[in-house]
Nanobody, 118 residues
C-alpha cells in the first residue's frame, strides 16, 4: 500500500491544457502500476490512463487518446497526467491510483478537481 497525493487541478478554459501530478510515498511505489481515474458529477468513476511500473507501457481510455499523456518519474515517485485540448466532458474529480502490476488497484488518492469552462 502507498499513500498518494494529487495536485495540479483547477479551472481551465475549453481547449486549454493542464498537468496533474501524483506523489507516491513508500519504498515500493516504483514497483506498482499507476493510473488516473475520474468521476464526473452524477456519474461513476471511469478509467482514464495507466502506466506500467517501468514506464514503458501505457493505456488510455478512448475518450482521451491523443489528448492526454501519462508519464512517471520513479526517481521522484511521481506520476503525471498531461491533459490537452480539454473540453467540457473532461470536467471531473481526477483520482490517482496504484496497483499491482497484473492485479487490482489497491491505493487511491483523495482526488483533485478539474473544471473546464467556456
Amino acid at each position: 500500500q502507498v499513500q498518494l497525493v494529487e495536485s495540479g487541478g483547477g479551472s481551465v478554459q475549453n481547449g486549454g491544457s493542464l498537468r496533474l501530478s501524483c506523489a507516491a510515498s513508500g519504498r515500493t511505489a516504483s514497483t506498482y502500476k499507476m493510473g488516473w481515474f475520474r468521476q464526473a458529477p452524477g456519474k461513476g468513476r471511469e478509467f482514464v490512463a495507466a502506466i506500467r511500473p517501468e514506464g514503458s507501457g501505457t493505456d488510455y481510455a478512448d475518450s482521451v487518446k491523443g489528448r492526454f499523456a501519462i508519464s512517471r518519474d520513479n526517481t521522484k515517485n511521481t506520476v503525471y497526467l498531461q491533459m490537452s485540448s480539454l473540453n467540457f466532458e473532461d470536467t471531473a474529480v481526477y483520482y490517482c491510483a496504484a496497483g499491482y502490476a497484473y492485479g487490482v488497484w489497491h491505493s487511491w488518492g483523495q482526488g483533485t478537481q478539474v473544471t473546464v469552462s467556456s
